[in-house]
């Protein structure tokens, strides 16, 4: 039965999961613009993190995987938030199963169903593995330069629509896919910005319009996707159910993922620039340049320290039964 699927993935440049696959990949997603944070803040939330996938033997009929957290950081307009670790990071992103299709389609997943403390758009706990090793679902038809197919995945409530176009080949293995999103949904906000199931305790009603474009780069080969590279854009329309009101929030995002070790076919790292002895002067000069910068990137970042601590002590708080509750009472969130 192996032997079956790996012929037909590579015939079909499908996705290859064996006992014997193990991979490694650098993960950062990059939000710009509001951010549903402890009552909404403008800035950047930067979130890095380490991904390990190995691969399972095939069971009914599917490939299996499991993925999870090697390293995860998280910062807020460049200053790092100390209390999310990796090892707290694993509460909400724990090590789970995956049964998924030669083409990518997850089929189940073991991931709990869980909440971030701090809510970012697209960090969803049972989406992980679609934003990372399974970027897109190939057509079972095949894939070859030129080829166009389209998919839909549910993000939340609402279907996240793929378009998929194989642009070129490189060095016979590795295909590069563009790729299209888009994604119309609604949600009800309560006074925290807190998505709340019924109209019942909410306050706002919010639109959101997502759209993006991208790249993926497969290697038909391996059997694996080994870079990623997609941004989006949303724009959400909110309307205070009590007096009509509306205003308009705006985020950006950067996705990108890499196969540790992977370096595209003809790749070399360029020779630095020589250059002479560094004298005094220069020396002098380069230490006042820095402190300089160094002043100008903490009064630059002053304005979300405040922000920042409060995130720190909604994730220590969240952590503990009841802390919510308190975290509100304390900050108004």
């Known amino acids: 039965m192996t032997g079956f699927i790996f012929v037909a993935a590579i015939a079909s440049g499908a996705y290859q999961f064996t006992p014997a696959t193990k991979l490694d990949y650098d993960v950062n997603v990059v939000f710009d613009g509001f951010l549903p944070l402890m009552g909404g803040n403008e800035g950047v939330a930067d979130v890095k993190f380490g991904v390990q996938v190995n691969g399972l033997e095939p069971k009914d009929g599917g490939l299996r995987s499991t993925i999870e957290l090697t390293a995860f950081e998280l910062s807020f307009n460049g200053g790092k938030i100390p209390m999310l670790d990796v090892e707290s990071a694993r509460a909400y992103f724990p090590k789970a199963e995956v049964l ?3 083409q990518g389609k997850v089929l189940k997943n073991s991931a709990p169903e ?3 403390p701090v809510r970012l ?3 969803d706990v049972r989406r992980f593995p679609d934003i990372t090793y399974l970027p ?3 057509d079972p038809k095949g894939l070859e330069v030129g080829s166009t197919w389209s998919f839909d995945r549910m993000f939340g409530d609402t279907p996240m629509h793929y378009e998929c176009v194989a642009v070129k080949e490189t060095g016979g293995t590795l295909t590069e896919i563009s790729v299209k999103v888009s994604q119309d949904y609604e949600v009800l906000e309560d006074e925290t910005l807190e998505i709340v199931p019924e109209l019942k305790g909410a306050t706002s009603r919010v639109k959101t319009t997502l759209r993006g474009t991208g790249t993926v780069l497969f290697d038909t080969k391996r059997g694996a996707a ?3 590279d997609m941004a989006n854009s949303s724009t ?5 159910i009590k007096s009509g009101k509306q205003s308009t929030r705006k985020l950006d995002s950067k996705l990108s993922v890499k196969l540790k070790g992977f370096e595209m076919p003809g790749a070399g790292s360029a020779a630095a620039p020589a250059t002479g002895p560094t004298t005094p002067i220069q020396t002098v000069a380069g230490w006042f340049q820095g402190a300089w910068n160094a002043g100008q990137d903490l009064w630059n970042q002053g304005v979300g320290y405040a922000t920042l601590a409060r995130m720190a002590m909604g994730v220590f ?5 009841g802390g919510g509750q308190f975290f509100r009472f304390l900050f108004g969130g």
């Open 226 to 228: 080994v870079k990623v």
């Open 236 to 240: 959400s329309v909110v309307t205070d």
């Open 114 to 116: 869980v909440s971030l």
């Open 136 to 138: 897109v679902e190939f």
């Open 317 to 321: 708080l969240s952590q503990i039964p």
């Open 100 to 102: 998924s299709t030669a």
């Open 121 to 123: 758009p697209g960090l």
